[in-house]
Nanobody, 123 residues
């Protein structure tokens, strides 16, 4: 069983930065992939970024490329999402997820989800 706990959300102004953390407890094996998704009010949950635990390869949604960076710290079983140049449209609840299916952009590829952390960007 895997448990995921996100932290680091908050209220910031446009152009500011935030770093989200996702601490994983339980067994994270080498074939687990880690992803970040977000859900804005009235919208579907959407893919933001993902990293393959075994290789470290990273993937991003077009809307965040060049502004967000996903990284990991194996010793702490923690994944980070560094968010720079934040925009009001980045406002959402951000969720961390863990899964084993290769299609990293799909919600159904992930087996475990955190509770989410709110990010609000004011203009």
């Amino acid at each position: 069983q895997v448990q995921l706990v996100e932290s680091g959300g908050g209220l910031v102004q446009a152009g500011d930065s935030l770093r989200l953390s996702c601490a994983a407890s339980g067994r994270i094996d080498s074939w687990y992939n880690m992803g970040w998704f977000r859900q804005a009010p009235g919208k579907e949950r959407e893919f933001v970024a993902a990293i393959r635990w075994s290789t470290g390869n990273r993937y991003y949604a077009d809307s965040v490329k060049g502004r967000f960076t996903i990284s990991r710290e194996n010793a702490k079983n923690t994944v980070y999402l560094q968010m720079n140049s934040l925009k009001p449209e980045d406002t959402a609840v951000y969720y961390c997820a863990a899964g084993t299916i290769a299609d990293l952009g799909r919600r159904s590829s992930y087996d475990y989800w955190g509770q989410g952390t709110q990010v609000t960007v004011s203009s």
